[in-house]
């Protein structure tokens, strides 16, 4: 199994390298929240639940007001904790019925970087960044390698990168990682 190091707490991180499902949340939380908390949200979800994994069946046929609930106990799971739920709830109902509740079968037989990314940009509450950002991590980190999958990535797929949580493998690269997003924020102000 892959070794993980995104959110810096071994449980969580294990769920990530093992939960294809809960890979897909910590990816979508991971807006306006630091990443390691974002990542973080999928374990903090499973025990609230009482669950080992995220069972996107069992998410999507949730009530939406206590699933709400779950995510905004304190601490919340996000700083959106109400809108967030359902997002996740939302990505759970797509994975049930287009993927058979089986999140790892979108990319184990993609067969070129740009059909995964096609996958990925469907899932509710992607878009093309956060697509790509994932499609990065697939590879770099998970082995997921279709043929183009660098080019299908963009700039985040660049071998020696150090822009996204694709390029996150121990605490130093974490801070080049922050570093470079810094840098390119203050770049986008002017």
Same mark, same amino acid.
Request: glycine share 10%; charged share 25%.
């Given at each position: 199994m892959v070794e993980l190091h995104l959110v810096g707490e071994p449980a969580a991180d294990e769920l990530l390298a093992r939960d294809p499902f809960a890979l897909l949340v910590g990816m979508l939380l991971d807006q306006q929240v630091p990443m390691e908390r974002a990542f973080?949200?999928?374990?903090?979800?499973?025990a609230r639940l009482g669950t080992r994994s995220l069972d996107p069946g069992a998410i999507a046929?949730?009530?939406?007001e206590e699933f709400a609930s779950v995510l905004a106990e304190k601490p919340a799971v996000h700083r959106f904790p109400g809108s967030m739920a359902g997002k996740v709830q939302? *990505?759970?109902a797509y994975v049930?019925?287009?993927?058979?509740?089986d999140a790892g079968a979108i990319w184990r037989d993609a067969e070129t970087g740009e059909k995964l990314l096609a996958r990925l940009r469907a899932l509710p509450g992607y878009g093309e960044q956060k697509a790509r950002i994932l499609l990065a991590l697939l590879g770099k980190q998970f082995g997921v390698q279709p043929?183009?999958?660098?080019?299908?990535?963009g700039p985040y797929g660049e071998q020696g990168a150090k822009r996204s949580v694709a390029d996150v493998v121990d605490a130093?690269?974490? *801070?080049?990682?922050?570093?470079?997003?810094?840098?390119?924020?203050?770049?986008?102000k002017g």
């Amino acid at each position: 199994m892959v070794e993980l190091h995104l959110v810096g707490e071994p449980a969580a991180d294990e769920l990530l390298a093992r939960d294809p499902f809960a890979l897909l949340v910590g990816m979508l939380l991971d807006q306006q929240v630091p990443m390691e908390r974002a990542f973080a949200g999928p374990a903090t979800i499973a025990a609230r639940l009482g669950t080992r994994s995220l069972d996107p069946g069992a998410i999507a046929a949730y009530d939406p007001e206590e699933f709400a609930s779950v995510l905004a106990e304190k601490p919340a799971v996000h700083r959106f904790p109400g809108s967030m739920a359902g997002k996740v709830q939302k *990505l759970a109902a797509y994975v049930t019925e287009n993927w058979g509740g089986d999140a790892g079968a979108i990319w184990r037989d993609a067969e070129t970087g740009e059909k995964l990314l096609a996958r990925l940009r469907a899932l509710p509450g992607y878009g093309e960044q956060k697509a790509r950002i994932l499609l990065a991590l697939l590879g770099k980190q998970f082995g997921v390698q279709p043929e183009g999958w660098r080019e299908a990535a963009g700039p985040y797929g660049e071998q020696g990168a150090k822009r996204s949580v694709a390029d996150v493998v121990d605490a130093d690269s974490l *801070l080049e990682v922050r570093e470079f997003k810094r840098q390119a924020k203050r770049a986008a102000k002017g």
